[in-house]
């Protein structure tokens, strides 16, 4: 099996597809300390939504509860890890980066910042329960 191209900033080339198995794979192609933080935003979401519906599309894992739509992704670029809220102006605290989406916000996580899981799992949760974004 040949390892998955990285595309600009490192961000794993994997097929397009639905379930863990494709998530997994993106995670585990993830390179350095990049791998450390998708692990650890999935076991968030692991734990704070067991059975969250996964899927790859776009090179990005994408997060969802079936019939309401994707709440969350996350993408590499070269000096973080970018996690979308696909409703973060919902959210509160509102997570700190802005986008040019109205309803989208950000978080970035770089290789040397702590992840909260607190916090993280605060969002994830109340992310979750909203109607998510149709991808």
């Not at 935003?41 to 894992?61: H, L, M, S």
């Not at 996690?83 to 989208?104: C, H, I, Y």
Request: charged fraction near 25%; include cysteine.
């Amino acid at each position: 099996m040949t390892e998955p191209k990285l595309l600009a900033g490192g961000n794993p080339q994997i097929p397009k597809g639905e379930g863990n198995g494709p998530v997994q794979a993106y995670i585990a192609a993830m390179p350095g300390w990049k791998q450390h933080v998708g692990r650890a935003i999935d076991d968030v979401i692991e734990r704070t939504i067991p059975g969250a519906r996964k899927a790859v599309k776009w090179n990005t894992p994408l997060y969802g509860v079936e019939g309401q739509g994707w709440f969350l992704g996350f993408h590499c670029y070269e000096r973080y890890v970018k996690v979308t809220f696909f409703r973060g102006a919902s959210l509160d605290p509102v997570p700190p980066g802005q986008s040019k989406q109205k309803d989208v916000r950000y978080l970035d996580i770089h290789e040397d910042d702590l992840i909260d899981d607190s916090s993280l799992s605060d969002w994830i949760r109340q992310a979750s329960a909203l109607p998510g974004g149709r991808l």
